[in-house]
């Protein structure tokens, strides 16, 4: 009788299964295929998207030119004056002569045995200068020379009072809190500190030190203030006076702070090049790179370079000199595609015309009137815009630019009319009004890399960042599929494995059937 057996070996099942197996997965195996240079662009476009970043970081340096530092300061000796300079300071040598120091008051008491014993209860009462007087109430028992001082000090009379010991006798000394002839002080006391009295009739006390004015001859001119510091003599420049003398203020052109934000800018654009030049490059050795041939990454190289050969300066500010281009303060483009700077040419250049230099690379506003000066362009647009004061007097300024309502203090016109001016801050020279001329504003490279830049990374619509967000969708559209691909392949697997196991069992039942029959025809035939 015919047996039942395996068409086929465990292990040979196994293997069918494997091989279908692997067949069911290369659908979704060929899109994970396609995804790998897709990922490869959206790597490549990444880095150059940070790269553009630090660009756009660097470039914000150039964003307002006028609040870098313009002054460097001299003094000598030092030792007499120091100063500090603002960029509305004018360049220049200034020289200090017959210089004498503000002084604050001080009075000195006759000398007591002790700083501890009471002088009995009375009042103090101080008047500095034009202002109230305090009167200090001391009892009797709080009334030694240290209580007195306490006292003093505790109630702000404008007068600072100590005790000092001349190696004999204890002295109540008073000081006045502020230098200048009207901080003069009086002195009147009653009761028992009757004694401790300075004022016209009562010179009880003893001068040390009279209240005085500081004073000096700057370039053949007096001058006199009420402090060491002095800060209206010289427009934007303020002193500081330590001693008596002669001095010199030497104020000079600084481009240090420009030539380390043009520095910034060219070393930031270089790195966004050089991956840029790495991204698209092809060689024998790798083959070619992510952005080979992607065309939008090529223009962006090739916009980001005729930024700076435009023509990108303030005619007000580059007639009529030679620094009227990038390459004229020492950028060069090499042939590597790459940006070098000359630092002596551009420190040069920007010592002999720093308006021309500084107009070339970031926005700066150039005023047609020397009685003006730009402080901040704030977020103004390139253009020209009239200015007009119509008052000018004690440092209180008022006025309009371009019709826009303008005012401040200290000689500062201040554009706070909401806009695209707002900010937008000029100094006045003191009294002057009227019809100003105008404050012609470019932006020079930093506009034109700005926009190239901005566009690259605008959200959504971007050069750069639009085709990220596109491979991106795409990418994830195919791994939606090829996760269904896979989920399909599993479930046909699982349901093939499923069918040999059925037909296996039905073999091992036919098996069992097939070998009872052989037994019994066997037992019966026998």
């Known amino acids: 009788m015919a047996t039942v057996t395996n068409l086929l070996s465990s292990s040979q099942i196994q293997s069918l299964i494997q091989q279908a197996s692997a067949a069911n997965q290369l659908p979704a195996a060929a899109l994970q295929t396609q995804e790998v240079p897709m990922k490869a662009q959206i ?103 240290s209580g007195v001082a306490a006292a003093i000090d505790q109630a702000n009379t404008g007068v600072t009072a100590s005790v000092l010991f001349d190696g004999s006798k204890y002295r109540l000394v008073l000081t006045g809190n502020s230098t200048g002839a009207a901080n003069a002080f009086t002195v009147s006391g009653t009761g028992a500190l009757a004694g401790l009295s300075y004022h016209a009739g009562a010179l009880d006390l003893t001068e040390s030190q009279s209240a005085a004015d500081a004073g000096f001859t700057l370039n053949g001119i007096a001058i006199t203030n009420p402090s060491n510091t002095i800060t209206a003599a010289i427009a934007g420049v303020s002193l500081n006076l330590a001693g ?140 020209s815009y009239a200015v007009n004061v119509t008052s000018n007097a004690n440092g209180t300024i008022a006025g309009t630019v371009n019709g826009l309502a303008a005012s401040g203090t200290n000689g500062e016109l201040v554009v706070t009319t909401p806009g695209s001016l707002f900010g937008m801050t000029l100094q006045i020279q003191p009294g002057v009004t009227g019809n100003l001329g105008n404050v012609t504003v470019s932006q020079g490279l930093f506009g034109s890399l700005s926009s190239v830049v901005n566009a690259a990374l605008a959200s959504g619509s971007g050069s750069v960042v639009g085709q990220i967000g596109g491979l991106n969708t795409s990418v994830a559209a195919m791994d ?18 499923q069918q040999f196991a059925t037909a296996q069992a039905t073999l091992n039942q036919l098996t069992t059937v097939s070998s009872f029959l052989t037994s019994y025809f066997q037992q019966t035939s026998g």
Request: no cysteine; aromatic share 2%; net charge neutral.
């Open 43 to 145: 790597s490549a476009l990444g880095k150059i998207q940070g790269a553009l970043s630090g660009l756009q970081s660097a470039l914000s340096s150039l964003s307002d030119v006028e609040s870098l530092s313009q002054r460097f300061v001299a003094t000598s000796p030092s030792s007499l004056v120091t100063a500090t300079a603002t960029n509305a300071a004018a360049v220049g040598t200034y020289s200090l002569t017959n210089i004498h120091l503000a002084k604050a008051e001080s009075l000195i008491s006759s000398g007591s045995t002790s700083s501890s014993g009471s002088l009995g209860s009375g009042s103090i009462s101080i008047q500095v200068g034009s202002g109230s007087a305090i009167t200090v109430n001391v009892a009797s028992g709080s009334s030694s020379l």
């Open 480 to 497: 939606k599929q090829i996760a269904a691909l896979q989920q399909q392949a599993t479930q046909e697997t699982q349901l093939l494995t």
């Open 244 to 383: 008596s003398g002669s001095a010199t203020v030497t104020i000079s052109q600084n481009s240090d702070a420009l030539d380390s934000a043009a520095q910034g800018v060219v070393q930031a654009l270089n790195q966004t090049l050089s991956i840029i030049n790495q991204q698209t490059a092809y060689s024998p050795a790798s083959g070619a790179a992510a952005l080979l041939g992607n065309v939008s990454v090529e223009q962006l190289r090739q916009t980001l370079l005729n930024s700076l050969t435009a023509q990108l300066g303030v005619g007000g500010a580059t007639n009529g000199t030679s620094f009227n281009s990038l390459s004229s303060v020492g950028f060069q483009i090499t042939s590597g595609g790459t940006v070098t700077l000359d630092t002596q040419k551009f420190q040069s250049a920007a010592q002999s015309n720093y308006n021309a230099v500084a107009s070339l690379l970031g926005a700066i506003g150039v005023a047609s009137n020397a009685n003006v000066g730009v402080t901040s362009v704030g977020a103004a647009a390139p253009g």
